[in-house]
C-alpha cells in the first residue's frame, strides 16, 4: 500500500532563517505530488504541484520554493523565513487526471 | 472561475440525529468530486470520489451523492467520533486537469455530542 510521510510534525523558526520540508511517498512510482498551505478559518491553498523529477509549477508567488530531487521526494524551502510563512502545510500525493489526492499528516510551522 | 462553496461552515448535531452537508460547485465541466474527512493537526483523509450526477458512495454511516451542481454528504446517526471537518473539492476538465489540480471548498466543521 501507498504511504506519505512528512517531517518535522511542528517547527518553529525565527524571522529570517531557512526552511526545508521533507515530503516521501512510498508504494507508487511517478506520482504527481503537491504542497499546500492551510491557514486557520480557510481553505486548502495549493503551493506548488510537480508531474516528475525536476519538474516544479508556481501557483502563487510568494517566498518559498519547491524541489523534486527524486521520483518520490518532494521538499518545500525557503531562504529567508517571514512571519506571514506561518500556516499549516501539507503536502499530498497522486496518480493524476480523475485520481484523489492522498495527505500527510502536515507540518505545523511558527514564525516567531 | 472555478468555484466550489460548502455549507454551513459549521454544525451541531446530537449523536443519532442525521443530517447532510452540502458542496456547490461551478466548474466548466467536472471531471471528479472529492470528499476528505480532517481532523485537528491532521492532514485530509480521503473518503469518497464521485463523477457522475446520480452517483452514490456509501461508507459506514456516510453516503454521498451528486448531482450536476451540487452534492451532499448525508450522515446517518451520527456517533461523536464523526465529530471532524468535511471537504469537498472538485477536479475539472481543462485548465490543470491533467495535474490532478483539485479546488477546495473551505470546509463543514461538525461537532456531534453525546
Known amino acids: 500500500s501507498q504511504t506519505i510521510h512528512q517531517w518535522p510534525a511542528t517547527l518553529v523558526q525565527p524571522v529570517g532563517s531557512p526552511l526545508s520540508l521533507e515530503c516521501t511517498v512510498e508504494?507508487?512510482?511517478?506520482?504527481?505530488l503537491y504542497w499546500y498551505r492551510q491557514a486557520a478559518g480557510r481553505g486548502l491553498q495549493l503551493l506548488f504541484y510537480?508531474?516528475?523529477?525536476?519538474?516544479i509549477s508556481s501557483e502563487v508567488p510568494q517566498n518559498l520554493s519547491a524541489s523534486r530531487p527524486q521520483d518520490r521526494q518532494f521538499i518545500l524551502s525557503s531562504k529567508k523565513l517571514l512571519l506571514s510563512d506561518s500556516g499549516f502545510y501539507l503536502c499530498?500525493?497522486?496518480?493524476?487526471?480523475?485520481?484523489?489526492?492522498?495527505f500527510g499528516d502536515g507540518t505545523r510551522l511558527s514564525i516567531l | 472561475e472555478d468555484q466550489v462553496t460548502q455549507s454551513p461552515e459549521a454544525l451541531r448535531l446530537q449523536e443519532g440525529e442525521s443530517s447532510s452537508l452540502n458542496c456547490s460547485y461551478t466548474?466548466?465541466?467536472?471531471?471528479?468530486l472529492f470528499w476528505y474527512r480532517q481532523d485537528p493537526g491532521k492532514g485530509p483523509e480521503f473518503l469518497f470520489t464521485?463523477?457522475?450526477a446520480g452517483e452514490e458512495k456509501e461508507k459506514e454511516r456516510l453516503k454521498a451523492t451528486l448531482t450536476k451542481k451540487e452534492s451532499f454528504l448525508h450522515i446517518t446517526a451520527p456517533k461523536p467520533e464523526d465529530s471532524a471537518t468535511y471537504l469537498c473539492?472538485?477536479?475539472?476538465?481543462?485548465?490543470?486537469?491533467?495535474?490532478?489540480?483539485?479546488?477546495f471548498g473551505r470546509g463543514t466543521q461538525l461537532t456531534v455530542w453525546p
Open positions: 510537480s508531474v516528475g523529477i525536476g519538474q
Open positions: 464521485l463523477y457522475s
Open positions: 473539492a472538485v477536479q475539472a476538465a481543462g485548465r490543470g486537469s491533467t495535474l490532478g489540480r483539485l479546488y
Open positions: 508504494g507508487t512510482s511517478n506520482p504527481n
Open positions: 499530498a500525493w497522486s496518480q493524476g487526471a480523475g485520481q484523489p489526492q492522498h
Open positions: 466548474v466548466s465541466g467536472l471531471r471528479g
